[in-house]
């Protein structure tokens, strides 16, 4: 059974960090372009980041560059999405996806991070709350 898993999600003060995993099982990542997306409560679900399949390049939404990284450990079968600084606004679900990307045309340096309907997979998303 293909299926991506998060995990890491939580309650956070203002100003702190939480990592998040994402573990591939049924497939494995390294043919695929991965992405975090994330959804607020109201709002639409809106792209995060996006890593290349060799993880040479990442691209992140301009409201969270500098704060949030994403990486992978293809042997691990797992990517990651560190979030520092966190802000109250950054309170939403957040979902990882996986998009097969066999040309390696998807997340170049310059491009925006790929839409929804390019992704293959998705995770069942893990709730970040930030508050005081």
């Known amino acids: 059974q293909l299926q991506l898993v998060e995990s890491g999600g939580g309650l956070v003060q203002p100003g702190g960090s939480l990592r998040l995993s994402c573990a591939a099982s049924g497939f494995t990542l390294d043919h695929y372009v991965m992405g975090w997306f994330r959804q607020a409560p109201g709002k639409e679900r809106e792209g995060v980041s996006c890593i290349s399949r060799s993880g040479a390049n990442t691209n992140h939404a301009d409201s969270m560059k500098g704060r949030f990284t994403i990486s992978r450990d293809n042997a691990k079968n797992t990517v990651y999405l560190q979030m520092n600084s966190l802000k109250p606004e950054d309170t939403a679900v957040y979902y990882c996806?996986?998009?097969?990307?066999?040309?390696?045309?998807?997340?170049?340096?310059?491009?925006?991070?790929?839409?929804?309907?390019?992704?293959?997979?998705w995770g069942q998303g893990t709730q970040v709350t930030v508050s005081s």
């Open positions: 996806a996986a998009a097969s990307d066999p040309f390696q045309a998807l997340c170049r340096m310059g491009q925006r991070i790929p839409e929804e309907y390019q992704y293959d997979y």
